[in-house]
């Protein structure tokens, strides 16, 4: 007679744990991360442990850079399977700085929206305004249309805000730079 395996213990599912138990990832990281390149699997693993109520999305009602975490509930469960596989892996519980942000600044089809928030970022360390003309000439291949999408699209995940209107002057909020904090590797 034929064992029977845990789905969750498989090789395939238990690596995807691993990764979300260090911190939240989008599905791109967790292909990379975890090399399951192949069919989109990672994407599936996620579906089905968010329907177990294992994972959860931070931003569900995103269509791109959505972040997924272990649920806190789950937490404990996640431990002991790991565990049972001789894998010394705590779960870590993070709160909400700002994941539709996160999620969208990591997006490999974002990388305008990435580029603009970056160039802002290095014109806050060298103490120059963030305006328009300072980013344009940051950004020479980037239209001034474009950089005004991307500058709104910011906002509107609250990374960024607008400090006065003549001549357009930015700044980077509390949750940006907490989140600049948190996870350098959005500025890469």
């Known amino acids: 007679m034929k064992k029977r395996v845990n789905w969750l213990s498989s090789r395939c599912v238990s690596l995807v744990l691993i990764e979300l138990a260090k911190k939240p990832l989008t599905p791109m ?14 994407n599936i693993i996620l579906k089905k442990l ?27 469960r996640i431990e002991m399977i790991l565990r049972k596989k001789g894998i010394e892996q705590k779960v870590n519980v993070f709160s909400n700085p700002a994941w539709p942000a996160y999620g969208r600044l990591l997006c490999p089809y974002c990388t305008q929206l990435r580029a603009v928030f970056k160039k802002a970022n290095e014109l806050r360390q060298e103490g120059r ?25 910011l906002e509107e995940l609250k990374v960024m805000r607008i400090i006065n209107t003549e001549p357009k002057r930015f700044t980077v909020t509390k949750e940006g730079l907490s989140m600049i904090k948190l996870y350098p590797e959005i500025l890469i």
């Open 29 to 42: 990281q967790l292909r990379m991360k975890t090399g399951l390149t192949k069919n989109n699997y990672a």
């Open 129 to 153: 305004d963030m305006t328009i003309f300072n980013l344009k000439g940051r950004l020479p291949g980037i239209a001034t249309g474009d950089i005004y999408r991307a500058l709104r699209k």
């Open 50 to 76: 968010e329907s177990m109520g294992i994972v959860k999305c931070l931003n569900p009602h995103d269509k791109i850079g959505r972040v997924f975490c272990i649920n806190p509930t789950s937490a404990k």
